[in-house]
C-alpha cells in the first residue's frame, strides 16, 4: 500500500468515522488552507470530549515528511479496530493486549489530525519532494510562496526580538527563506489556527504530541533554551531576557521548567521510547527539544507555554516525535517505521492514564 | 521540476562546538529539529544542501574540523518515492475502511 495522498487521508478519516460510530466524532477544522482544503481530526474514544482527558495527536505539518500522516491514520484504524472486535496489538515485537487498547478508548479521548498541511503534503508529493512549508501565497511585493508552520505559533513567535543574535535560533523573517519563514504574524496561518483551535476548544486536552520525521529521536520541552529548574523568573514571558535567550552553555538565560514537569514528560517520552524500540529495536533516544539551536513558534512549546501564558488555560505537555531517519523512505520501510511509531504513541498513551 | 538537486549529507564532528560551528558558516538545512546525535564519542546531524553549495561548503573555513559523507540525491530519491503515492483515491467508496498495521491478537 504506498503513501496516502491529501484525498486519500480525509476519505479515510471520514470512512472511520463512519464505520465506527460509537468511538469516534469527526470534528471539522474552522479554517480553510490557503488552496481551500478542509481540514479534519477524528476523536477516538467511547466519552464525551468534556468527560475524561484528551490527547491531541498532530501529523504532517511539514509536508515533506511523509510518513507521519500514514502513521496516524494506521494508528486510528488499529486502535479502533481492536477496540471493536476486542483484540490486541502487535507491532514487532511489541504487544499491547486486549484490556490496555480498551483501557485507551475508555478512559482518553484521542484528537487525531493526521494532516495539518495538506497543501504543502500535496505540493511534496507531486512537484517539490524537499518541499516543507505550506502554501500560502507570496506577499504582494515578493513571489516566495509559503510560511513554515511549526514557526508560526505563538511562543516567542518574534525570534529576533527575543533571541541572542548569536543564539543562532532556526526561524527566520525572510519570505523567501526555504524553510523556516515564520509567516507576517503570529499565527497568521489557517493550519496554525486550527490547532489553536483545537486546543481552546477542548480544555480536557492535557497532552500534544506532533509528530514529524527524521532524526529520529523524541523531544519534549522546551526548544527555547537550555532546561533549568532553579530559577522561575526565567521565563519566555519576563521581558527583561529578551536578546539574550537561546545561546548554548551559557549562564544568563535558561527556560525554566518546574522539576515535577521535567519529570513528567522525560517519563513520558522515556515510556515512548521503550515501546518503539521493543517494536523493531530502534533507540530513538530522548532528549530536551533544545538542540543545536533554539526553536520559536513551535506547537510542542507552544502547547506547553499556553497554561503559563494564562493560567485559565489547561497545562498541555507538549511533545515532539521525531520518527524514522528519512522524509520518504521507501515504502516498505515507512511500513516499519510507522509500526514502531505506532507502539511508541499507544504506550505514550498507557503512560497517561498510569497503565 | 527543475529545481536544483538537493543532497542529504551526514556531518560528523568530534566535538558539538566543531559541529556547530560549521553550521553556523554553511547555515545548511538540518532538517525537521537539528538534533545531533552523538556515537562513539562523535557528534553527527544529517544536513540537505543544494548540489552547487555542497563543494562551496567543503571549502569552509570550519569544514576541516568535519567530515561530509553524501547519503544520497535526496530530490532524486523523493522523485522516485513520489511514483509510492496513491494515484486515486483507495477509500472513495464509504464502505473501503483503512486497516492499520499492526496485528489485531
Known amino acids: 500500500m504506498p503513501y496516502l495522498n491529501v484525498i486519500e487521508i480525509e476519505s479515510a478519516l471520514q470512512n472511520l468515522a463512519a464505520a465506527y460510530p460509537a468511538t469516534t466524532e469527526l470534528l471539522e477544522a474552522p479554517n480553510l488552507s490557503h488552496e481551500g482544503r478542509q481540514i479534519h481530526v477524528l476523536r477516538i474514544g467511547t466519552r464525551g470530549s468534556d468527560e475524561v482527558d484528551g490527547i491531541l495527536i498532530l501529523g504532517g505539518v511539514h509536508a515533506r515528511e511523509w510518513v ?10 488499529d486502535l479502533l479496530e481492536a477496540h471493536k472486535f476486542g483484540t490486541g496489538l502487535g507491532y514487532g515485537n511489541k504487544n499491547f493486549p486486549a484490556n490496555e487498547i480498551a483501557r485507551i478508548l475508555d478512559s482518553l479521548n484521542l484528537f487525531v489530525c493526521a494532516c495539518a498541511n495538506p497543501d504543502g503534503r500535496h505540493y511534496s508529493q507531486t512537484n517539490d519532494p524537499l518541499w516543507r512549508k505550506n502554501r500560502r501565497p507570496p506577499p504582494s511585493t515578493g513571489n516566495c510562496v509559503g510560511v513554515d508552520i511549526n514557526r508560526n505559533f505563538d511562543f516567542l513567535w518574534d525570534h529576533l526580538a527575543k533571541f541572542a543574535p548569536d543564539s543562532g535560533v532556526s526561524a527566520s523573517e525572510d519570505p523567501c527563506d526555504k524553510n523556516v519563514y515564520r509567516g507576517p504574524s503570529a499565527a497568521s496561518e489557517p493550519e496554525v489556527r486550527n490547532v489553536v483551535w483545537l486546543l481552546d476548544t477542548l480544555p480536557r486536552i492535557r497532552w500534544h504530541v506532533d509528530v514529524h520525521s527524521a532524526v529520529p529521536v523524541i523531544l519534549h520541552s522546551w526548544g527555547s533554551d537550555q532546561n533549568q529548574t532553579t530559577e522561575p523568573d526565567q521565563t519566555f514571558l519576563n521581558g527583561a531576557f529578551d536578546g539574550v535567550r537561546g545561546r548554548l552553555n551559557d549562564r544568563i538565560y535558561g527556560e525554566y521548567i518546574a522539576p515535577d514537569d521535567l519529570e513528567m514528560v522525560e517519563t513520558l517520552s522515556r515510556r515512548m521510547n521503550d515501546a518503539v524500540k521493543a517494536a523493531r529495536g530502534s533507540d530513538y533516544g530522548v532528549e530536551q527539544a533544545y538542540g543545536l539551536y533554539p526553536t520559536s513558534g513551535a506547537s510542542d512549546d507552544y502547547a506547553f507555554s499556553r497554561h503559563f501564558a494564562d493560567p485559565s488555560k489547561t497545562k498541555v505537555y507538549g511533545f515532539t516525535v521525531e520518527a524514522g531517519d528519512n522524509f520518504q523512505p521507501p515504502w516498505s520501510e515507512a511500513e516499519e517505521v510507522i509500526r514502531e511509531v505506532s507502539a511508541g504513541l499507544i504506550a505514550f498513551c498507557l503512560g497517561t492514564v498510569g497503565g | 521540476m527543475n529545481q536544483e538537486s538537493i543532497i542529504r549529507v551526514q556531518i560528523e564532528a568530534p566535538t558539538l562546538a566543531d559541529l556547530r560551528a560549521f553550521a553556523d558558516e554553511v547555515k545548511p538545512d538540518l532538517g525537521c529539529r537539528a538534533t545531533p546525535k552523538q556515537k562513539d564519542g562523535r557528534f553527527s546531524v544529517d544536513a540537505y544542501l543544494p548540489e552547487t553549495q555542497l563543494e562551496i561548503a567543503r571549502r569552509s573555513r570550519t569544514a576541516n574540523r568535519v567530515t561530509i559523507r553524501v547519503l544520497e540525491n535526496a530530490t532524486a530519491a523523493g522523485r522516485e518515492r ?24
Open chain 2, 82 to 105: 513520489q511514483k509510492e503515492v496513491g494515484a486515486k483515491n483507495r477509500f472513495a467508496v464509504r464502505g473501503q475502511v483503512p486497516r492499520g498495521l499492526g496485528r489485531k491478537e
Open chain 1, 68 to 77: 507521519p500522516p500514514d502513521a496516524l491514520i494506521s494508528l486510528a484504524a
